[in-house]
């Protein structure tokens, strides 16, 4: 009969395990995007449940209950109305993310399609290009009242006048990315193997265009929070039956210095809103940017 064979004897020192790369230590190595992401999903929370979050009817009027201080009663006090300025700024949430993500995605979308045509088509490049400069010669925050001037206030105005004044500067950075990606090798090999023009932009540079994108539409989202909020405060915003951060900063301004909380409140949760979508751009900047990452 044959030996039965010897097992190979174990090593004394075991090799060092791989540490496991998930979601955690993605927050963990970035940890910009876990503030920001947090801050913001606090946001998001009080938007979807700000009806059950011991609020009232927020354009529910009480004179006899006009200007009270800060309390266990009224949390954040009562404005020159009546009405609870704690459940006009959680409602008012709404009508700022609203506003500030549906700029992002509208104005990205569009940005998107003109920086692909008038990149990668030279023909188109000259005449959209000059449009696109004649709109960023205009202030956005001129550009959008203009555009308020000619329309109803309404939240859905307020968007489409946003969105206009942000496409401009998406577009030329879109048309930068697609300038450098159509002088690559495998965008010559691709157009010598006979593929066509739209496979080529859907393929290989649409792809490349969406890390950038991504980011900028985070900078848009804030910089659209707070022109809503300033065309609210000037009254060429949202009406002021809906209640929003730049509406009730606006109806308590008069009141600023024996009232300073009617403004201090929505103030307070528009520069946390805008700080977490800011930390949550700059922590995909730094994530997405091969060359700003501490280790390729």
């Known amino acids: ?38 801050l913001l999903l606090v946001m998001l929370g009080i938007v979807v449940f700000a009806p059950y979050l011991w609020t009232v009817d927020p354009t529910a009027l009480a004179p006899a209950k006009r200007t009270r201080e800060p309390s266990a009663l009224y949390w954040f006090g009562t404005d020159m109305l009546g009405r609870d300025v704690y459940s006009r700024v959680l409602f008012g949430a709404r009508v700022s993310m609203l506003v500030g993500f549906s700029v992002a995605l509208l104005s990205s979308i569009v940005g998107l399609t003109i920086g692909l045509c008038s990149g990668f088509v030279r023909w ?43 496409i401009p500067r998406v577009s030329r950075l879109v048309r930068g990315v697609v300038l450098s990606l159509r002088e690559q090798p495998y965008v010559d090999a691709a157009v010598a193997c006979g593929t066509r023009t739209p496979t080529i932009i859907w393929r290989h540079i649409l792809p490349n265009t969406l890390a950038p994108i991504t980011v900028q539409a985070t900078y848009i989202c804030a910089s659209a929070m707070i022109t809503e909020a300033i065309l609210s405060f ?23 210095q024996v009232k300073p909380y009617i403004v201090f409140f929505p103030a307070v949760f528009l520069s946390i809103t805008v700080l977490a979508v800011n930390l949550l751009g700059d922590g995909l900047r730094d994530a997405l940017d091969p060359r700003m990452a501490k280790r390729l």
């Open 124 to 166: 188109a490049d000259a005449l959209v290009m000059r449009i696109m400069d004649g709109m960023m010669s205009i202030p956005p925050i001129l550009l959008a009242i203009a555009l308020m001037a000619l329309t109803r206030g309404s939240v859905q105005n307020v968007i489409i006048a946003i969105t206009i004044a942000e």
């Open 234 to 256: 000037i009254g060429a915003g949202t009406p002021p039956i809906i209640p929003s951060w730049g509406n009730i900063m606006a109806e308590g301004r008069a009141l600023w």
């Open 1 to 38: 009969m044959d030996a039965p064979a010897i097992a190979a004897p174990l090593p004394d020192v075991l090799p060092p395990m791989k540490p496991r790369r998930g979601f955690i230590g993605y927050l963990r190595k970035n940890p910009t995007i876990a503030v920001g992401g947090a």
